[in-house]
Structures are given as C-alpha cells and as structure tokens.
C-alpha cells in the first residue's frame, strides 16, 4: 500500500490525476454496459409518450419467490460498481463538504438513471419493467456510494500500487489476490441468499446438496472428465502464482487453497441456485496440489537458468500453445456434429451477422451469461500467457514483431472457433465471442510478459523448511494463514455444518446416523466437531512436549487418561448414550453414575490416542529431531492395557465380533492399520525438508492400499448374524441393516472415507506441526 503524501507532494497529485483518470474511463464505459445490457436485444416497438407514461404509471411490485429473488439480487448488483465508480471519480481527493456534496449527487443522477432505464424498457417488450427493479437499482447506488466512502481510500492506494509493483512477489500477489476475490464474487452469484432451513432442506431435494464425493458426475466420460478438469483447473491458478515466487512454503499454499475451497463451499449452501459439491474439494485440492507442484518446477529451473533468456528451450512454449489450442477446440466443438450442406450455413451465418452484439447472452439467466462470458475469456488466457512467454525468450529486435504476429494468431484461432460452433447446429455462437476470446489472449499475453520481464522473474527456490522459519519483511510477504486459533474456530465450524447436514443425509450408514442427539440437533453437531478436533490434537501436543525419558514414561499414560475422560464428557452431551455403550458395553460393576463407562471409553479412545501419537513422533524424527527409543516404547504398556480392556474384558461383543480371529493378532493389525492412516496425515500436515517430499508423497500414496490390507486382515469376514451372513466391513459401511452393500461398492466407499479422513486430520494438525516446527528451528538458530 502506498504512503500518504502531502497534497502538494507533485508524485502524489500525479497519482492521484492517474487514478481519476482510471476511475472514469472504467465509469465511462461500465454506464455503457449498463445502459446497452439493460435494452438488448434492442427490439423496439413505437409507442406515442402518452401511452408510455400511461403504462410506467401502472407497474407494480412482482412477489419476490426464490425464483425471482436472483433477478432483484442482479438488478441490486448492476448499480453498485456503477455509483463506486462515479463516486470516486468525482470526490477523489476532495474536501469533506464537496465530498458529501457530490456523493448526494450520484445517488440522485443513479436513480434517474435507473427511471430512465425502466421507463425506456417498455420500447422493449421483451424487457419486464417492474418497480421491484426500480427499488432494486437504487438501493444499489445507495450501496456504491457508501462502499467507497468505507474502501475507496484503500481501493484507490491499491490501483495506485500497481504501478510501483515492479518485482515478480509483487506481481503474483495482486494477480493471486484478484483471482481469488473473482472466483469468490462467481461462486457466489446470483446470491440469492437464504437463511431458512426449510430452503436448505429444499437445495437437498433438488440436488444441490451432495455429501458423497464423485456421485452426481455425469453419465457422459467426457464430460464427467471436462467437469472434473474444469474445477480442478480454476484452483491450479492461484496455487501456482502463490508458491511461484517461493515465500510460502508448498503445504501452506495447498492448505491454503484447501481451506478457501471448504469456505466457498460452505458459502455457497447458503446460496438457493448454487450447488454445494464435496467433490469440489477433492478437485481443488488436486488442483491446487498440481499448481505447488508445476511452481516448484519453474523454481527449481530458475537455480541455474534465466526464463527469459535461456535458448535451449525456445520451442517449449510454442509445443504447449499448440497443445492448448487442441484443448479449446474439443472444449468448444465437442460432440463435433458438424453439418457442412449450404443452405444450413448460409442460414446460421445471415442470422449471426445480422443480430446485435450480446444478443446470445440476452436468452437465459444473469448468472449464465456471465458464465459464458468468463468461458469465453478464460479458456484463451493460457494461450496468450504461453505466447506472451515464447516472446520473452526472443531476442528484443524479434519481440515486436512476434508480439504483432502472437495477437494476429489469437484471433485467426478464435475466428476458427466461432465459425466451427456455426457449423454446429446446438451451438449459439454471438458476434462478439470472438472479441472476448480475442481480450482474454491479449490479457494473458500481457500479464506474462509482465511477470517475466520483472526483476526477480523466477527466484531460487527456497527450501519448505526456511521458507516457515527464516523471518521475512513484513512489506514483502504474502498475507499468512490464518493463526491457529482462527484455523480452530474454522475447523470446527465447518466440521459442525458437515455434521448438522450429515443428520438428515440419506446415504449415510445407520450406525453413523444413531450418533446424532435429534432432539438438539446443533448443538450435537457441535459438540461432536470439537470432540474430533480434540481427539486429532491433543496426542500431538503431547509428543511435542520436552521432558525427559522417565517423565516421558509417565506423561503418556497420563496424557492419555484426560484424553478419553475429557472426550467422554464431550461426547455425554452430544450423543445418546445408548451409542456410547452400544461400543463399550452396558455397565456390569455396579460403579455409581457412569464411571464404569467413562473409563472403558477412555482405554478405548487411548487407541487411536496413542497411534496419534507414535505417527507424530515417527514424523518429527524422520524430520531430523533426535529422538530416543523411550519416545517409541512409551505407548507400549498403553496399548496392552487396551487389549486387556477393550478385547479380554469386553462388556459387550459389538466390537469384539468384527475382529477376526486370534484376537491378538487381529488387534495388533487393526492398530496397523489406525497408524498407516494417521501416518499418511501426519506427513500430510508436517512441514518435512525438501529431502524428505518423496516420504510425504509415498506415504501418502501407499498408505490407501496398506490400510486396506490390514483391515481386510484384522476385520472378520464372514459374520452370522440377525439371519444374515454379511462381513465386518458391509456392517460398518452399509446403509442399513437390511440392504448390505457389494464388497466393491463397500471398498470404494472405503477409499473416499480414508482420503477424506486423511485430508481432514492433516488439516486439523497443520497448525500444530507447523508452530513446533518453528519453535525446533527457532531453537537451533539460537544454539548456534
């Protein structure tokens, strides 16, 4: 952000007359927009001034349904850029009264317009003019002018920095920064928001709610392909402009993704029309996985090459911009029915040289036509980035003229396009396709020559380790994540609306659903994330303790004994407690209260406690902490205790029966499996050096099939049972006791659950690795 200066600072008036300058050529040409898209598609019909007036006269307030909620939210949202934009044009840099003055001023001139706008729309009969529109655009010019009298200062020293932005890490952040607040405002829209749960309750009927991941792809392989790539794609942007400059470290950047894909899509069910997809998630995550790892590439080049004048690779750009070309046109022709006879195309053409620009938008929703529109725009910006950095690697004399040639070429391919979309008769191509495929080019060719062409183009890579520990200048750095305790609260509010919606959920197993306390159903769910959020941090917290060996041997079991009581008294609230004894049994000793409960959960829930705890320590040392053989024999006499309890000395066989036999070794296979899971998200979650990435990525990968393989060993297979044969896995996994799934679905459903287990749990424990990481690094610097 730029300094205040003076006013009679001769720097400052020029920026401040370069940014007046900005403001009302972009006013200038968003009022034509307005206007123009307010009056297409520009069929006109004569009436005398009497009748106009006769009939504004007569327009009413049309009920506002959930329907019709999106077009009054449209008409609110078109007047809101428009008086921010003339506000600050007109009272940038002015004196308080002549501010006040003025601002009076746009609202009044914003709601003539909008009068003017709705009277002008009866010429237009296939425009609907009603007065819902008329309040509607002028509470959108109230909202315009109060934004910039709250942001404009900042949105002005913002548009002011981009012209001291010089550096590559200055560049990608506003560019990241832009991105995201771009995909967000889309994802959003048309923001026909709702806050009533009989409305949520409808967006799950409909479809709009899906909770299992890759079920409602399309039927169509390509299509599901192009769907899934599409999601993925958007998130690979902003992952790659993040890491590229090597400030942030690749785990903070793929949480970081992570988590803004989980908000938008917790966002988004509170918006009718949108989808919420838990399979976005998984996209985005691969996406933004894809881009830290296309980044560590380019930074890993950049140690011992300069990108824009290295010679060997000249023809690599241009191999990737014929690539994508043949990526755009199977997105834009596929299914490829062309019709080539004349008088098919002599028709297509008349009609799409004689209809107005944007006409094609006009048929259907606001929210669809801006779709289209960013479809057009966005599929050329690679295009125009990979010539932008052909040209970069030119000789000066050639860069004009490639620089002429490049843009010639994005718009002979996007000409190409259109005329193959009028040989096809379900395409609806507009006049102006080409115009935006054309800009999205120029703007990608323009942003990459820009960025390669800054000082500092591609830094050296730095290691993952120095990028968390090495302290940087604060007015160089990339916003961080949030603190933990942010990360908390988000965690758990997010765990606790997946909850709340996993309650009613008809997919979701019976034995899951029995968890839920109905009669308070959010306060269950709740209850229930912080119990998860406790139970994935507390044994992390107690590995990272410094004591010594013999305290160590006695932290553990003592650790682990508040773990399970503090997680049973979470869980005596939240659920009912015939599902806390359906697991540990009934209670036998006659012990007052429930302390014969309380304590048999304890040692049970000490299993998954102490698996936390050995995959921590297995992490910190493979990290390069030296760490001795009392940190791995600690959990030993917990995990015999645990037999004893949980197997010998069951109080009920609902867990025993599952367990194949010899029970011992099943037990020992079972904990197998438990730290093969929690490894793979410690090393998920864990900030290891950059010698360590192949552990992580192994680990990772090989720990679906070992988890697998061990509970196909620990879990019985053939269980006789409410006259039914069925395995241990169809009973846990199944949605209901009467309709026992294959053991192929069952597995599949098995994967989805590990990789979501799995991602969930690293999410929660980042944080913590992340500050003992630091606190180790910061330890070291100061021993030396």
């Given amino acids: 952000m730029l300094r205040p200066r003076s006013v009679t600072d001769p720097l400052n008036k020029l920026e401040g007359s370069n940014i007046r300058a900005f403001l009302f050529m972009a006013a200038l040409a968003y009022i034509v927009f307005v206007i123009y898209g307010s009056l297409v598609p520009l069929e006109f019909r004569a009436l005398t001034l009497d009748e106009a007036i006769a009939q504004f006269r007569q327009i009413r307030f049309l009920k506002l349904g959930i329907g019709s909620r999106a077009d009054w939210m449209a008409n609110l949202l078109l007047f809101i850029p428009l008086t921010f934009l003339w506000t600050g044009t007109l009272i940038h840099e002015r004196g308080l009264s002549t501010r006040l003055l003025l601002s009076f001023f746009v609202v009044f001139i914003a709601a003539l317009l909008s009068v ?28 315009g002018v109060a934004a910039w009298w709250l942001f404009g200062s900042r949105f002005a020293d913002w548009l002011a920095g981009w012209q001291s932005a010089k550096s590559h890490l ?21 923001l026909d928001l709702t806050l009533s749960p009989v409305e949520v309750f409808h967006k799950f009927r409909e479809g709009k709610l899906n909770l299992l991941p890759f079920a409602r792809l399309p039927g169509e392989p390509v299509q599901a392909l192009y769907e899934l790539a599409s999601d993925s794609l958007l998130w690979f942007v902003p992952a790659l402009l993040w890491r590229w400059p090597g400030k942030a470290s690749s785990m903070r950047v793929w949480a970081g993704m992570t988590g803004a894909v989980l908000l938008l899509e917790i966002l988004q069910l509170f918006v009718y029309s949108r989808v919420s997809d838990v399979t976005d998630i998984f996209t985005a995550a691969a996406g933004a996985a894809v881009g830290v790892w296309a980044a560590n590439l380019l930074n890993k080049h950049a140690r011992t090459h300069t990108i824009a004048g290295n010679s060997n690779f000249h023809v690599l750009p ?40 944007f006409e094609a938008y ?81 703007a990608g060719f323009i ?72 009669d308070m159903p959010l306060l269950s769910a709740l209850l229930l994330s912080l119990n998860c959020y406790w139970l994935a941090t507390w044994p992390v917290w107690l590995a990272r303790r410094r004591v010594s060996n013999l305290v160590r041997l006695l932290q553990l079991p003592g650790g682990l004994v508040v773990y399970g009581f503090a997680d049973f008294m979470i869980l005596y609230f939240s659920v009912p407690l015939e599902s806390l004894h359906d697991l540990v049994g009934s209670p036998v000793l006659n012990w007052p209260w429930q302390w014969e409960a309380a304590c048999r959960w304890a040692v049970l829930v000490s299993i998954p406690g102490t698996m936390i705890y050995l995959a921590t320590q297995t992490v910190r040392r493979w990290r390069g902490l030296q760490l001795g053989a009392m940190h791995f024999l600690a959990p030993v006499p917990v995990l015999l205790l645990a037999y004893w309890v949980v197997v010998d000395e069951a109080a009920t066989d609902n867990l025993v029966e599952l367990i194949t036999t010899p029970h011992a070794m099943a037990f020992i296979t079972l904990c197998a499996w438990l730290y ?79 990789v979501l287990a799995v991602s969930i749990i690293a999410s929660i424990q980042w944080p913590l690795f992340r500050t003992a990481h630091k606190t180790y690094k910061k330890n070291i610097h100061a021993d030396h």
Avoid at 183 to 190: C, D, G, I, T, V
Avoid at 376 to 396: E, S
Wanted: aromatic fraction near 14%; proline fraction near 5%; glycine fraction near 6%.
């Fill in 318 to 357: 241009l191999l990737l911009a014929a690539g994508w070309i043949g990526v755009i046109l199977i997105a834009f022709w596929y299914p490829f029915d062309f019709r080539t006879d004349g008088v098919f195309l002599r028709s297509r053409l008349h009609h799409f040289l004689t209809r107005v620009p």
């Fill in 170 to 190: 200055e560049i990608t952040q506003r560019l990241t920064l832009v991105y995201l607040f771009l995909l967000f405002a889309y994802s959003l829209l048309p």
């Fill in 362 to 442: 006009y048929f259907g929703t606001e929210y669809r036509a801006i779709t289209e529109v960013l479809h057009k725009v966005l599929f050329f910006i690679p295009l125009g980035a990979m010539l932008g950095w052909f040209v970069a690697r030119l000789r000066y004399i050639w860069r004009g003229y490639a620089t002429l040639i490049s843009l010639v070429l994005v718009a002979c391919i996007a000409g190409i396009l259109v005329v193959g979309r009028l040989a096809q008769p379900e395409k609806n191509p507009d006049v102006m396709d080409i115009v935006l495929h054309w800009l999205g080019g120029f």
């Fill in 447 to 518: 942003v990459s020559r820009k960025m390669l062409s800054s000082p500092r183009a591609l830094t050296g890579r730095i290691d993952d380790a120095q990028a968390i520990s090495s302290p940087q200048d604060s007015t160089n750095r990339f916003p961080a994540l949030p603190g933990s305790r942010w990360h908390a609260l988000l965690t758990v509010a997010g765990m606790t609306l997946i909850f709340w919606l996993a309650m009613s959920a008809p997919f979701i197993p019976y034995n899951v659903r029995e968890l839920f306390r109905l």
């Fill in 116 to 143: 003017g706008i709705e009277f002008t729309q009866l010429f237009f009969p296939q425009r609907t003019v009603s007065l819902n529109d008329l309040y509607a655009e002028a509470l959108g010019g109230v909202l």
């Fill in 676 to 754: 093969t899971l929690l490894l793979a998200a410690a090393l998920f979650a864990s900030p290891l050096p950059k010698m360590h990435d192949r552990i992580r990525v192994y680990g990772v990968v090989l720990s679906l099939p070992l988890a697998a393989l061990f509970l196909s060993l620990g879990l019985a297979g053939d269980i006789d049972k409410y006259g039914q044969r069925f395995s241990a896995m169809q009973f846990l996994l199944s949605t209901d006791r009467q309709h026992y799934a294959s053991h192929a679905v069952i597995w599949l459903r098995y994967c989805v659950l590990h």
